[in-house]
């Protein structure tokens, strides 16, 4: 195998196991301690979706110990991967999005409503 066909199938690779590492690339473009809630869910959807991936059995079926056997074996299981890899990655990655902006509205609520301020306005309001 060459140099190009390398590369190929490194891009390929790269492709299908995209919704398994995209959150933790997207983690890394969120600055400040603003988002830090948001970044921290998007890292654990990416440990989450590859715990997935090491969960899966890996012994294919077999269908003969020929060429042709491991083929189909290896076309059998392949809309299984498929869906685990893509299916699990995007509901990791939608539930570590919203679970993120939820801590992220619950400590903007924290921070700006504390604890007690609510008698406070209301005393400086009576007459």
């Not at 890394?28 to 899966?56: H, I, M, N, Q, Y």
């Not at 409503?113 to 400086?124: F, H, K, Q, S, V």
Request: charged share 15%; aromatic share 12%.
């Amino acid at each position: 195998m060459g140099a190009p066909a390398a590369i190929f199938v490194l891009i390929l690779l790269a492709l299908f196991f995209l919704p398994t590492y995209l959150p933790l690339l997207v983690s890394f473009t969120f600055r400040g301690p603003d988002w830090k809630e948001v970044r921290w869910c998007l890292r654990g959807a990416t440990v989450a979706s590859v715990l997935l991936l090491l969960s899966v059995p890996s012994k294919p079926n077999q269908f003969g110990d020929d060429v042709g056997g491991n083929l189909a074996g290896a076309a059998a299981n392949f809309p299984a991967l498929v869906a685990i890899v893509w299916m699990g990655g995007i509901c990791f990655w939608l539930a570590g999005w919203l679970l993120g902006l939820r801590l992220r509205s619950e400590r903007h609520k924290r921070d700006t409503n504390p604890a007690g301020m609510e008698e406070l306005r209301a005393n400086d309001q009576k007459p």
